[in-house]
Structures are given as C-alpha cells and as structure tokens.
C-alpha cells in the first residue's frame, strides 16, 4: 500500500510545477523570454506555504534576477533563478540560468525569445515516515537523490498597457535516477499566459487583469485574475482576488515604494482540501529602469532614491 502511494505522490509531484498564486509578479518562472524585456533590473523573492495545517505541507522558496544586457545592445537579456521546494519526502532544487533576445516591434513594444539552463536536483528522505516493514523493495530505506540537465524556452511580448507570452518548461521531460534504483519522470509543461493594465479616464486607477493556463497534455489548470492598482508619486497600493475554476479562489494586496513591492497573497481551495487548509504567499521585489540609452538617465542620481 506504501508503495501504491509513494507511486502516486511521485507522479503528481512531476505534473506540475510549483503553484505560484502571484504568477504576474513571477513572469520568469514561467518563461525565460522575459528576461530583460522590460528594460529594468527586477529582483524578486518569493516563499509559498500550501495547504496549511497539513504536517510536512509544500514549501517552497524561489529568488529570481533579470536585467537587459546593455553592454552587448539593447537587444539582449539574462537571468538567474533558484528554487527549493519542500513537499513531505520530497525535495527539489533547481538552478536556471536564463537568455532572451528581444526586437522592438513598436514605439514601446517588444517581442523578444528566450531559452533557460536548468540544473534538477530532486531528493526522497524517508527518515519522517514511520513504517511496520523496511524490506520492500519498492521503497527507499535512505536518502536517494539524484540530478539531471533540463531546458525551457518561450516567446514574450511585452507592452506597458498589454503583455502575452508562450512557453514550455522540461523541454527535454527528464527521468531522475535516485541513486540508479527509482525513476522520476517529468513531462513537459506548456504555459500560455497574458495581461494588461488599463488606465481608468481622470483617475488614478487601473485595472490589471490577466490569466494563466497551463497543461502537461493530459491534465489542465487555468487561472484569472484581476487586481486594482492606486498609484501616485513612485507610491502603489493594489488589491485584487482570482479564480481556478474547480480548484481555488484567491485574494492579493500589497504595495510598492520607489521600485520596492511588497505582496501577500491567500489561496482558498474550492475542492480538495477545502477553504481552511489554504496557502499562503508572500513576495517581495525591487525594479529599477536600466535604460542607459534614455538621456539624462543614471547622471548624479543618489542611491538612496533608486
């Protein structure tokens, strides 16, 4: 029986990759395209608590960097990510190093292509489970870990008022050998993600909708949201909530200072594990204009007010 469910666990921890609820504010994850587009140096950090009230819960941490690469042209963008993500017996870590080439379609738009190096580490300790046989084969007696090389790619376009994007991450749907005895196998997953921020007339006010969908081919998630945005003086104030149909509800609010966002979002579960056990998820971020070619940009500007 131990077996059956270790079986199950596994194949539906390589279904999907983390559930971020604040997915506008971690474009990267999802797609390396982004990566400099913007033409702004973003920072951001992220810890996700699922289900909560459950014993060894999902956790997972992520911190991601990306800027446009000036000193080759303005063409060009990098990024760096790295996420630990902690469910029960199961750890994950990877390390993606992210590139994207971007040509101006517009006066303000660009379309831009990415591709992501990915190093996977997934670890199974059983070391917190208790078990009355120790002799089945089927089931690690120790810690086993193994590691694989994975890529991602994706196509971005981006526009202060609308953004859209396309991607697939596992491109190479990787099979992990734990310590040469137990598979992991993970497919490949596709996203199709978009947005806008719509200015409301004499006011100010905007609405930012946007939505994410993603599948592995046999099973699909899709999420829509829609925050409100306040914002004057460098100062931002936002609220906001989403839907999965069948899978949950969720609330945003947060806020940014000169580049400096803060937000905290709540996940409710339609279905499952119910409204209580929901998950909880805070992000904190920094963005700045790198536009070098802009005149009178970076002259005697002081640290303190980046």
Request: hydrophobic share 40%; proline share 4%; glycine share 10%.
């Amino acid at each position: 029986m131990f077996a059956l469910l270790t079986a199950v666990m596994l194949e539906v921890r390589a279904q999907w990759d983390v559930q971020f609820t604040d997915y506008t504010a971690l474009k990267s994850f999802y797609n390396p395209a982004v990566s400099g587009t913007d033409g702004n140096l973003n920072v951001a950090a992220t810890y996700s608590m699922q289900m909560m009230g459950y014993d060894e819960a999902p956790a997972s941490l992520y911190v991601s960097a990306d800027m446009p690469v000036y000193f080759l042209n303005p063409h060009h963008g990098a990024g760096l990510s790295f996420l630990n993500d902690n469910a029960g017996v199961y750890n994950t870590t990877r390390i993606g190093l992210q590139y994207a080439y971007n040509v101006k379609l517009s006066k303000r738009g660009r379309l831009a292509l990415g591709v992501q190096g990915v190093l996977m580490s997934e670890r199974v300790s059983m070391k917190s489970v208790k078990m009355e046989d120790n002799s089945d084969p089927a089931v690690p007696s120790s810690e086993v870990k193994g590691t694989k090389v994975d890529m991602g790619v994706g196509l971005y376009y981006y526009h202060p008022k609308l953004w859209l994007g396309a991607s697939s991450q596992h491109l190479l749907a990787p099979t992990l050998l734990l310590d040469q005895r137990y598979e992991v196998e993970v497919p490949r997953v596709y996203y199709l993600m978009g947005g806008g921020n719509i200015k409301l007339k004499n006011s100010l006010l905007s609405l930012q909708p946007s939505f994410l969908v993603q599948s592995d081919m046999d099973t699909w998630r899709e999420d829509v949201q829609c925050k409100v945005a306040y914002e004057r003086d460098e100062k931002k104030f936002y609220g906001g909530v989403g839907y999965s149909p069948n899978v949950s509800v969720t609330f945003f609010v947060g806020g940014m200072f000169h580049g400096v966002n803060l937000g905290y979002s709540y996940q409710m579960y339609t279905s499952g594990v119910g409204l209580v056990h929901g998950s909880h998820e805070v992000v904190l971020s920094y963005q700045t204009d790198l536009d070098l070619f802009k005149k009178g940009r970076n002259k005697h500007q002081s640290v303190r007010w980046l």
